[in-house]
């Protein structure tokens, strides 16, 4: 899969909702082995903007934020400190390097393919009593992604989109994260949950899409307007049926997966 082009103004466009599973996954960590000064790693960064909130949380921690977008590097850099900085690492390949305290990751790993495999290089380099701890989008079967991959497949525009999304697979269910990361010596929490997300605005579910899982299409249909305007229409079109604008505004179900992992003390 070849990564798209980010685009950090609109995928903070709905920074509130977006960072909600972020607070819910970290108040769900515990005491790091080595406060008040841990050393924490943000695998898949952004535009650093959960970065910062975990600096608030930690505020003694060396934290570096980590990241293959050179869009979203510029803008997460905004936020760097004296303890906080960032650095261009690809989620596929990274090794640590050092120990870590706590390696956390946001709404990633569903862009790396293969990304349990990298499990046991991330969980050797956490210091005895170390957190690996992500939340992935689960909502793969939800309209917002099926509608875009049907419209992609269809005779239309099979031939420039065909294959170029992701499917299901992309991430685990929770059982099997659970499977792959339990053992002797770790402590395992998996959890589901599903936000109901009351988005405001004309097309607000396209608005969110546009910042993530749309970015493919965006990237193919970047050389031609017409193309691009035409594919957003009828996409657009379906959405509005799917999710229906209501008295207070569009209601986008989102379900999303959640794993802490401890090692032993």
Excluded at 6 to 15: E, G, S, V
Excluded at 56 to 71: F, L, N, V
Excluded at 171 to 190: I, M
Aim: glycine share 8%.
């Amino acid at each position: 899969m070849t990564a798209p082009t980010w685009d950090p103004q609109q995928y903070l466009r709905h920074a509130d909702h977006r960072t909600r599973p972020f607070l819910d996954l970290l108040a769900r960590i515990g005491p790091l082995p080595h406060e008040p000064a841990p050393r924490i790693a943000d695998l898949g960064c952004g535009a650093g903007n959960v970065t910062a909130l975990l600096a608030e949380h930690h505020p003694g921690a060396r934290i570096t934020g980590y990241d293959s977008s050179p869009q979203m590097l510029e803008r997460a850099r905004t936020h760097a400190g004296p303890l906080l900085d960032f650095a261009e690492a690809d989620a596929g390949t990274w090794t640590p390097t050092e120990t870590y305290d706590l390696i956390v990751s946001n709404a990633l790993l569903q862009w790396v393919p293969g990304h349990t495999a990298r499990f046991p290089h991330w969980l050797d380099a956490l210091a005895p009593g170390g957190t690996l701890a992500f939340q992935v989008p689960g909502n793969f079967d939800a309209p917002s992604h099926t509608l875009m991959r049907e419209l992609a497949g269809s005779p239309r525009w099979h031939d420039r989109l065909g294959g170029l999304l992701r499917h299901g697979d992309a991430v685990h269910t929770s059982a099997e994260y659970l499977a792959h990361l339990t053992a002797p010596g770790r402590t395992v929490d998996v959890w589901e949950t599903t936000y109901l997300h009351l988005l405001q605005g004309e097309d607000p579910v396209l608005d969110w899409v546009k910042g993530t899982g749309l970015r493919p299409v965006l990237d193919a249909l970047a050389d031609d307007p017409e193309a691009h305007e035409a594919f957003l229409t009828e996409y657009r079109a379906l959405l509005h049926t799917a999710y229906p604008a209501g008295p207070h505004g569009t209601v986008f179900p989102f379900r999303r997966i959640f794993a802490v992992t401890r090692t032993a003390g």
